[in-house]
C-alpha cells in the first residue's frame, strides 16, 4: 500500500481517537458535576448540567459521521476495520454515559428539595466509583492497555454492590415513613443510573480487549446489582 496513503489513514484515526478521548472527559465532567450538584443542592449547577448534554450528542454525532466516511472511503480491513467499529461503539457507549448523567442531574431537582436521606452517603461513594471507572477505561482505551481495560471489566460489581445497599435502606426508608417518598423514588434512580454508568464503561472496557486482541472476552462479567429481586424487612 502506499505509504502515503498509509499515513493519511493513520492520520484519520489519530484524530478519531482524539475525539474519543475529548468526549470522554466531557463525560466524566457531567458526571461530576451532576454528583456535586446533587451534593451541594445546587439547583444551577444541575442545570447547566443537563445544559451540556448537548456538547457530548454533538461530539457523538461527529465521531459517526468520521466512521462513516472512513468505511465508505477507505474500506478498512482486519485490525484497522475492528478499531474504526469500535470508535462507533465507545462513542455511543459515552453519550448514553452522557445521558445518564444528565438524567442525574434532572433527578436532583426533586431530591434536593428534601432533607438529606439515608443512602445519600453511598450515593456520593457509588458515584465517585463509576467517575473512577470512566476515567480507568479511558486511560486503557488511551495508552492502549489490555490489562487495564479487563481491570475495568471486573470492578463492576464493586457498583452494584454500592446500588443493592442504597436500594435496601431506600425502600426500608419509605415503608417506614412515606413522607419522602418521591424523593427516596429519584434517589432509586439516580442508584440505578450509577450502576448503568458501571455497564457502559465495561462494554467500552470489552470493545478495547477486543481491538487490541482480536478476541471476545468469553467469561461472563461479574455482576452483583440484585435490585430486581431487593425485599425488604419490615
Not at 470522554?24 to 448534554?53: F, H, P, S
Amino acid at each position: 500500500m502506499n505509504e502515503h496513503i498509509v499515513s493519511s489513514f493513520d492520520d484519520v484515526m489519530s484524530e478519531l481517537s482524539s475525539e474519543l478521548i475529548r468526549m470522554g472527559a466531557l463525560v466524566r465532567e457531567q458526571l461530576i458535576g451532576a454528583l456535586k450538584a446533587l451534593k451541594r443542592r445546587d439547583e444551577n449547577l444541575a442545570k447547566r448540567i443537563r445544559k451540556n448534554d448537548k456538547q457530548v450528542d454533538a461530539i457523538n454525532d461527529d465521531i459517526e459521521e468520521r466512521v462513516m466516511s472512513i468505511l465508505a472511503l477507505r474500506q478498512p480491513l482486519a485490525v484497522d476495520l475492528r478499531e474504526t467499529i469500535a470508535a462507533l461503539k465507545i462513542a455511543r457507549e459515552l453519550e448514553r454515559i452522557g445521558d445518564l448523567a444528565r438524567n442525574t442531574a434532572k433527578r436532583s431537582r426533586v431530591i434536593i428539595e428534601q432533607e438529606p436521606l439515608e443512602g445519600m452517603e453511598e450515593i456520593f461513594k457509588m458515584g465517585y466509583v463509576a467517575v473512577k471507572i470512566v476515567e480507568d477505561v479511558m486511560q486503557a482505551f488511551e495508552n492502549h492497555d489490555v490489562e487495564k481495560a479487563i481491570e475495568v471489566w471486573n470492578a463492576d460489581e464493586e457498583i452494584d454492590e454500592y446500588c443493592n445497599t442504597v436500594f435496601t435502606q431506600l425502600l426500608s426508608g419509605m415503608m417506614i415513613d412515606n413522607s419522602n417518598i418521591n424523593a427516596c423514588s429519584q434517589m432509586t434512580f439516580v442508584a440505578k443510573n450509577l450502576e448503568r454508568v458501571g455497564d457502559h464503561a465495561t462494554n467500552i472496557a470489552e470493545s478495547i480487549n477486543y481491538v487490541l486482541t482480536g478476541d471476545k472476552i468469553e467469561e461472563r462479567r461479574p455482576k452483583g446489582d440484585k435490585t430486581s429481586s431487593t425485599i425488604v424487612k419490615i
